[in-house]
């Protein structure tokens, strides 16, 4: 089943002569439980993109939908959460990391008590144990361990659609595969569609179902991941392959 629709979307900003047109008719899907990949130059309008399927920027023309109706910023079925780059930033330092995971619940109607326990069980599948971490701030964890508590956050309540906008390229090298492994874990065949940005990709062949390729805010070429970078239809496919290292 269908859960996320982008159709001929476009994305300026600024206005007149300053103006920049970031994303110019996109136009994908991505079903339950599949992974779809968004690589492309800098530049070429992947976060623009990321942003809006988000509900967090402003769609010019064209439509996108999550299960129907417009994408919206919030928790649980039929909602869209985001994790970044730098996931010590996207966590609020004042807060103690049982209940950053447990918020979303809350918001979601879940009653405090079932929502702490529920958020336990989640700190558990990120592998984070929440009886080590859940008091901690996060200040007191690594970049990694933050991340799995964004991860956490982002998919407590499951959301039908988990925007990761290049989730792993602010971390060392030797924890970039466990993150990249949680999130397939935790989407994978289940309710939520993951829109994965990145660089990196061998990432995204190994983590992606599908792939988009933009250009210029363009959709240059899409498809499965293994026809798409095994036999680039594109010049510009072509040389993103032949430019990633160990690829
Ligand atoms: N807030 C903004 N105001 C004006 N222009 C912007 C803004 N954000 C992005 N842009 C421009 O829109 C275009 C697309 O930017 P975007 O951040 O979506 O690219 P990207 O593919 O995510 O790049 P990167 O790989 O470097 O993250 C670029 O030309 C960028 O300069
Ligand atoms: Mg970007």
Redesign the pocket.
Known sequence: MTVLSVDDVHIG??RGRRR?H?VRGATFEVAEGRACGIV?E???????LARAVAGLARVDAGRITVHGAPPAPRPGPGGVRMVFQDPVRSLNPRRRLLDIVAEPLRIAGTPAAAAREQAGRMMRDVGMDPDDFGARLPADISGGQAQRIAIARALAAEPSVLVAD?PVSGLDISVQAGIVNLLHELTAGRATALLFIS?DLSVVQTLCDQVVVVNGGRVEEQGDTADVFGRPATGYTRELVAAAPDF
């Open positions: 900003y600024g920049v970031a492309g800098s530049g070429s309008g992947k976060s623009t290049e660089h």
